[in-house]
C-alpha cells in the first residue's frame, strides 16, 4: 500500500483549513482541546484500561496477542542481557514508530497531527523491510494488528479526544482518501483497545 503524507500545500488546496486553522488554533488550543478531553473522558478511560493491562505484556506476548505475523517480529531489535528471554522484553519494538506518534499529542496544528499519522505509518514499514531486507508495502491485514501495537505502546492517554479533534478539523478535501483511511484505521486501533476481554486482563491467562 502506497502512502504519501501531505506535507506541503498547493496552490488549489489553500483554504481555511490550511491557510488560516494553522494561524488560529494555537491561541485557542489550550481551551478547546480541555473541551473535547472532557466530552470523550469516558471512551477514553476504557481506552486508558486497555492500554494498561497490555502494558503488562511482553513486546512478543503483545505482538503475538494481536495475532502479528511472526516473520514482521523486529526480533532484532530486541536486546537481551544475560540470562534474559525475548518474553521478557517489553517496549523496544517498533520504537521509531511509537515515539513518532506520541508527537500526535505535543501541536495544536491538525495538520502537523495528520503528518504525524503518515510519518507514523511510514516508521511502521521502514522497520518491516528491514525485518525483511526488502521494500514492503503493508496490506490493511498486515497494518491493523501493528498499529494496534504501536498505539498502545504510545500510551497517549486522551487519544480519543485527540482523533476527534483531527476528524472535526480535517479538510473536507480529505474524506474518502488515504488521510481519512489512516484516520479510521487509527480510530479501529482505539476501539479495539477498549473491548472488555482487554480492559479486564482476561487474555493474560491464556498467554
Known amino acids: 500500500m502506497q502512502i504519501n503524507p501531505p506535507l ?13 486553522l494553522p494561524l488560529i488554533m494555537p491561541a485557542f488550543y489550550p481551551e478547546l482541546s480541555m473541551l473535547y ?16 493491562h497490555l502494558g503488562l505484556l511482553s513486546d512478543t506476548k503483545l505482538l503475538e496477542f494481536l495475532d502479528v505475523q511472526k516473520h514482521l517480529w523486529p526480533l532484532k531489535d530486541l536486546h537481551l542481557t544475560s540470562n534474559q528471554r525475548y518474553s521478557l522484553v517489553k517496549d523496544q519494538c517498533f520504537l521509531s514508530a511509537i515515539e513518532c506518534f506520541q508527537k500526535i499529542s505535543t501541536t495544536a496544528d491538525p495538520r502537523e497531527k495528520i503528518d504525524t499519522m503518515f ?28 498499529l494496534v501495537y504501536v498505539v498502545s505502546r504510545a500510551r497517549i492517554q486522551h487519544l480519543g479526544a485527540e482523533l476527534h479533534l483531527i476528524r472535526d478539523m480535517m479538510d473536507p478535501e480529505g474524506e474518502g482518501g488515504i488521510t481519512d483511511f489512516l484516520l479510521t484505521a487509527l480510530e479501529s486501533c482505539f476501539q479495539h483497545v477498549q473491548k472488555q476481554e482487554i480492559r479486564q486482563g482476561r487474555f493474560t491467562d491464556s498467554l
Open 119 to 146: 510519518r507514523t505509518f511510514e516508521e511502521i514499514e521502514k522497520t518491516v523491510s528491514r525485518v525483511l531486507n526488502k521494500d514492503y508495502k503493508l496490506p490493511m491485514d498486515d497494518l491493523l494488528p501493528l
Open 37 to 52: 478531553m472532557l466530552y470523550h473522558e469516558k471512551d477514553d478511560a476504557l481506552y486508558w484500561q486497555g492500554v494498561v
Open 8 to 20: 506541503s500545500v498547493c496552490r488549489e488546496e489553500i483554504n481555511c483549513y490550511t491557510l488560516v
